[in-house]
C-alpha cells in the first residue's frame, strides 16, 4: 500500500483578506509560498511547531493499524 500524503491538501484562511486557500501538504513542508486567490497576496506557508509533519506521522500510524487490521482478516 502507497501512500502520497504530499499530495493531500487542505484549507486555510489568507491571513490578510481571509479568502480560504488550499495548499498540499508538500508545499507547506517545504515551507513554500503561494498566492492568496482572494487578495493576490503572498503567503508564506509556516508549519508551526512541525504540526504537519506530526499529522502525517499520525496519518502514517493509523493507515499501518489499517494494514495490521487486513492482515489479520485475511489470515483467517
Ligand atoms: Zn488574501
New binding site residues.
Partial sequence: MSLNLDKIEIEFP??????S?KASLQQIRLGEIVI??????N?KLVDEDASTQRAIERIKESFKDLKRTIEKINRR
Fill in positions: 489568507c491571513p490578510n483578506c481571509g479568502f486557500n492568496c486567490s482572494g487578495c493576490h497576496n503567503i
